[in-house]
Structures are given as structure tokens and as C-alpha cells.
């Protein structure tokens, strides 16, 4: 069995190859024809020596991940120039570009780096944004995602989301002989970071609004069990081990409370913790299953999948009552997840060429697929609501996948070897 639906809680062991190590690598598989032109020149190294990281090819590659830029090659570029003062304008012009960033990296004083970053509009002919940071050999790679925060939210006016976090699940080994691990990274897989191994599947990892802890379902004790983790020190409580499903955790806007998914009282229904307290409320009293709750933004509710209409649907509840379908476009849509601004609803729907990520306005109710993979699952969206992170399969290993927005830039970040699964980006970490 293939795919991981948490509404079925099904424990499939994933048959991999060895794994040496848990970085991802991106590789485009559908570039935006429409994005802007935009020239990342190599930052001018003035430090006497070799630099850890090439900051410009950071900024290149977060900023082709968004679908909003495409970077120019840089065998094509016309000049390498440190500033703005060294920019001619009419070159790069002639050459396309809409937007350049030119920088210089220089010894520091206290032996880490000064850096030195500019955005030029070209076509206007001004300076957009200049500003000079720092950073230790070990910080060099986080100073390039806030380069490309900060220009990706001069030019679009959308707060940039490269600085942010992944969780995802990996699979090392064969048969019987399976060792899960949970791990966080950077936004595009590099500084993977080991945060959990077993030998028992481990599942659905959330994270809790500050960033902080994550919460996890994990079979160590040979029934699952929702645990949460607190990232900095390591320390972690198990909430929940009832007999049965203990599934789909998700944390409420304010991290007090954890809806999720438990069979304790017969058949999967939604469930929310006071986390403080540990008491319980049950939401949901139907006969079918319902499971995957993902809270509005404001907390008064929360979408979750249900087949109490005899396929999976994506269902609205109101904690002050009332329950409302939201899915009517083909006959499975599951593991619903909302923009910041709770107008648009991504999930999984499934139409003739198997299971893709797609987007619903909730205002109109149009619903478009964004991908074209046939075994996507576990989507999770930026806290910008400009890309989706999700789980599919290419060839005979999982993957991840990212997917803009509106669909037309797709990636792929598969780690060198071996399966990858059940993403999920965290919120803005500061």
C-alpha cells in the first residue's frame, strides 16, 4: 500500500534503499514561462579566501522556487559587478532582466563575514534596497534565505517564507528491517537536522504556531500515540495512546489546544485537547470517519475529511455548531489544508489521472489542480500561501514535491537516496 491516509491510520512500511543522509535536493520539473527575469550576480568575494556557501546561488535558487522569478544562467550574464554604482543599466536591459542583485561578502572583525546586498530595478533605474549583515561561517547559509526574503517582499510586497522550517518523515532499510526518522530542515532541504529515529512508523508531524515543538504520531509503543516535542531541548510528552486510531494532530492558532483524530469511543471521529489541562471534547458524532482537521486561522472551527457522504469530502465545522461541506468536485478530496487568510482550501483530489494537489477558492467554489504527478498526498502550504510543500512518488521511491501557488513553477526535492514523506512547513519563526 502506497499511500498514507491518516483517516485509515494505515502502518504501511515503505520498502526503501539505504540512505546515507536526509539532505534534499531540488530539481525543477516545471519551470513558470511568465516569471520575471531577474539576475543573481555572483557576490564579489573580498575576504582574501574561498567562502563556505555561495550566497548567490542561494538567493537564485529560493527565489526560482517561489514560480514568481526566473533567475538568468549565469554564463549569461553580461558583468559581474559588487554594487550598484558598477551596474549599466542599458546591458542588462539589452539582456532581459527586470530586477539585478549584486553584492560583496568581506571579512568581519570578529571572524565571521559582513555582507553586503543590493536590489536594482532595472528598467527603472533605481536602487530598490541595499542593507549590510553579518554572519559566522556556520550562519552564511541562513543570511541567503534572509537576502531572499527581503527582495522577494520588495518586489512582490508578500513577506518572503525562505527563512522558514520542513519536517518530513524518512524510511531507511528493507522488509522487516525498517528505521523511520523525523527530521527538520530548511525551507529548501539543506541542514537536515535527525529529530526522532525508531523502529515503528512515525507519522503526521505539526508544527505548533510559535515553531517551537512539533507534535507527531508515533508506534514506538506499538500502538500509535500523539507526542509532542519541544525542538530546542529535545524533551517530549506523549498526549495521547488510546487504544486504536491517535491521529492527525493539529495545533489551534493560539498553541493552547491539539485537535486530532481518536477511535477511543468507536469509530474516528474529531477530538480537541486543552493541552494544559489534558481534558477532551469530542466534535464530531457520525458513523463514518472522520479525521485530517486543520483549524480556520481565527480558531473558530476547522475543515476535516469525512466519508459520511460515502467517498472522502472536505467538511467545514463552526465550534459554536454546524457542519457544512465544502468539496463537490469528483469523488475523493482529503487532507485539507487553508491559507493564512482562510480563502483558499488545498487538498488532494483525485480525477482520472490518479491523486494531484489542487486549490478551491472557497468564495467561488472553482477548483483547480496544480499538479500533474499521479501519488501526491500530505500537502502543506508556506505561511505566505505561495507554495505547497507535499509527499508523491517518482518512480519507485517517495519524494517531495513543491508546487507554486497558481501551479505553473513545480520542483521536486528528493533526498539522494531512499523515501521521503509527510511534509509540513512550518510558520514564520520569528
Given at each position: 500500500?502506497?499511500r498514507l491516509?491518516?483517516?485509515?491510520?494505515a502502518?504501511?512500511l515503505?520498502?526503501?534503499t539505504?540512505?546515507?543522509?536526509?539532505d534534499?535536493?531540488i530539481?525543477?520539473?516545471?519551470?513558470?514561462?511568465?516569471?520575471?527575469p531577474?539576475a543573481?550576480v555572483?557576490?564579489e568575494?573580498?575576504?582574501?579566501?574561498s567562502?563556505?556557501?555561495?550566497?548567490a546561488r542561494?538567493?537564485?535558487?529560493?527565489?526560482?522556487?517561489?514560480?514568481?522569478?526566473?533567475p538568468?544562467?549565469?554564463?549569461?550574464?553580461?558583468?559581474?559587478p559588487g554594487t550598484?554604482q558598477?551596474?549599466?543599466?542599458?546591458d542588462?536591459?539589452?539582456?532581459?532582466?527586470?530586477?539585478?542583485?549584486?553584492?560583496?561578502?568581506?571579512?568581519a572583525?570578529n571572524?565571521?563575514?559582513?555582507?553586503?546586498?543590493?536590489?536594482?530595478?532595472?528598467?527603472?533605474n533605481?536602487?530598490?534596497?541595499?542593507?549590510?549583515?553579518?554572519g559566522?561561517?556556520?550562519?552564511?547559509?541562513?543570511?541567503?534565505?534572509y537576502i531572499?526574503?527581503e527582495?522577494?517582499?520588495?518586489?512582490?510586497?508578500?513577506?518572503?517564507?525562505?527563512s522558514?522550517?520542513?519536517a518530513?518523515?524518512?524510511?531507511?532499510?528493507?522488509?522487516d528491517?525498517?528505521?523511520?526518522?523525523l527530521?527538520?530542515?530548511d525551507?529548501?532541504?539543506?541542514?537536515?537536522?535527525?529529530?526522532?529515529?525508531s523502529?515503528?512508523?512515525?507519522?503526521?508531524p505539526a508544527w505548533?504556531?510559535?515553531?517551537?515543538?512539533?507534535?507527531?504520531v508515533?508506534?514506538?509503543?506499538?500502538?500509535?500515540?500523539i507526542?509532542?516535542?519541544?525542538?530546542?531541548?529535545?524533551?517530549?510528552?506523549?498526549?495521547?495512546?488510546?487504544?486504536?486510531?491517535?491521529g492527525?494532530?493539529?495545533?489551534?492558532?493560539?498553541?493552547?489546544?491539539?485537535?486530532?483524530?481518536?477511535?477511543?469511543?468507536?469509530?474516528?471521529?474529531i477530538?480537541?485537547?486543552d493541552?494544559?489541562s489534558r481534558?477532551?471534547?469530542?466534535?464530531?458524532?457520525?458513523?463514518a470517519?472522520?479525521?485530517?482537521?486543520?483549524?480556520?486561522?481565527?480558531?473558530s472551527?476547522?475543515?476535516?475529511?469525512s466519508?459520511?457522504?460515502?467517498?472522502?469530502?472536505?467538511?467545514?465545522?463552526?465550534?459554536?455548531?454546524?457542519?457544512e461541506?465544502?468539496?463537490f468536485?469528483g469523488?475523493?478530496?482529503?487532507r485539507?489544508?487553508?491559507?493564512?487568510?482562510?480563502?483558499?482550501?488545498?487538498?488532494?483530489?483525485?480525477s482520472?489521472?490518479?491523486y494531484?494537489?489542487?486549490k478551491?477558492?472557497?468564495?467561488t467554489?472553482r477548483?483547480?489542480?496544480?499538479?500533474?504527478?499521479?501519488?501526491d498526498?500530505?500537502?502543506?502550504?508556506?505561511?505566505?500561501?505561495?507554495?505547497?510543500?507535499?509527499?508523491?512518488?517518482?518512480?519507485?521511491?517517495?519524494v517531495?514535491?513543491?508546487?507554486s501557488?497558481?501551479?505553473?513553477?513545480?520542483f521536486?526535492?528528493?533526498?539522494?537516496?531512499?523515501?521521503?514523506?509527510?511534509?509540513?512547513w512550518?510558520?514564520?519563526l520569528?
Amino acid at each position: 500500500m502506497r499511500r498514507l491516509t491518516t483517516w485509515m491510520m494505515a502502518a504501511a512500511l515503505l520498502v526503501v534503499t539505504s540512505m546515507a543522509r536526509a539532505d534534499l535536493t531540488i530539481e525543477i520539473t516545471k519551470g513558470n514561462d511568465s516569471a520575471t527575469p531577474i539576475a543573481i550576480v555572483p557576490f564579489e568575494n573580498l575576504t582574501g579566501g574561498s567562502l563556505p556557501q555561495d550566497l548567490a546561488r542561494i538567493v537564485s535558487d529560493d527565489l526560482a522556487r517561489s514560480g514568481q522569478f526566473e533567475p538568468i544562467k549565469r554564463d549569461n550574464l553580461v558583468a559581474l559587478p559588487g554594487t550598484t554604482q558598477d551596474v549599466f543599466v542599458n546591458d542588462w536591459k539589452r539582456l532581459g532582466a527586470s530586477y539585478i542583485v549584486v553584492g560583496q561578502v568581506k571579512s568581519a572583525s570578529n571572524g565571521g563575514y559582513s555582507i553586503q546586498y543590493e536590489l536594482m530595478d532595472v528598467l527603472g533605474n533605481k536602487r530598490m534596497l541595499g542593507e549590510v549583515i553579518t554572519g559566522s561561517n556556520g550562519e552564511l547559509r541562513a543570511r541567503g534565505h534572509y537576502i531572499s526574503d527581503e527582495v522577494f517582499e520588495e518586489i512582490t510586497g508578500i513577506r518572503g517564507a525562505f527563512s522558514t522550517k520542513i519536517a518530513y518523515i524518512t524510511a531507511n532499510g528493507v522488509g522487516d528491517n525498517i528505521r523511520f526518522a523525523l527530521y527538520v530542515a530548511d525551507s529548501d532541504g539543506h541542514n537536515s537536522q535527525e529529530i526522532l529515529a525508531s523502529d515503528e512508523p512515525i507519522m503526521s508531524p505539526a508544527w505548533s504556531p510559535d515553531g517551537k515543538k512539533l507534535a507527531y504520531v508515533s508506534f514506538e509503543s506499538e500502538r500509535p500515540a500523539i507526542y509532542v516535542q519541544e525542538l530546542g531541548s529535545g524533551r517530549r510528552a506523549k498526549l495521547t495512546g488510546f487504544r486504536g486510531i491517535n491521529g492527525a494532530p493539529a495545533w489551534s492558532p493560539d498553541g493552547r489546544k491539539l485537535a486530532m483524530a481518536l477511535s477511543k469511543d468507536g469509530q474516528p471521529e474529531i477530538y480537541v485537547m486543552d493541552i494544559a489541562s489534558r481534558q477532551f471534547k469530542r466534535l464530531t458524532n457520525n458513523p463514518a470517519i472522520d479525521t485530517e482537521p486543520d483549524w480556520l486561522p481565527d480558531g473558530s472551527g476547522m475543515v476535516f475529511t469525512s466519508d459520511r457522504a460515502g467517498s472522502p469530502q472536505i467538511y467545514r465545522l463552526d465550534l459554536s455548531g454546524g457542519t457544512e461541506r465544502l468539496t463537490f468536485t469528483g469523488n475523493y478530496n482529503s487532507r485539507g489544508r487553508l491559507t493564512s487568510d482562510g480563502e483558499t482550501l488545498f487538498m488532494i483530489n483525485r480525477s482520472g489521472n490518479g491523486y494531484q494537489v489542487a486549490k478551491q477558492d472557497l468564495k467561488t467554489g472553482r477548483v483547480t489542480s496544480l499538479t500533474e504527478t499521479q501519488w501526491d498526498e500530505s500537502p502543506s502550504i508556506a505561511p505566505n500561501g505561495t507554495m505547497v510543500i507535499y509527499a508523491t512518488q517518482q518512480g519507485t521511491r517517495g519524494v517531495l514535491g513543491e508546487v507554486s501557488a497558481d501551479g505553473r513553477a513545480q520542483f521536486s526535492l528528493p533526498s539522494p537516496q531512499g523515501d521521503v514523506r509527510e511534509p509540513a512547513w512550518s510558520p514564520y519563526l520569528n
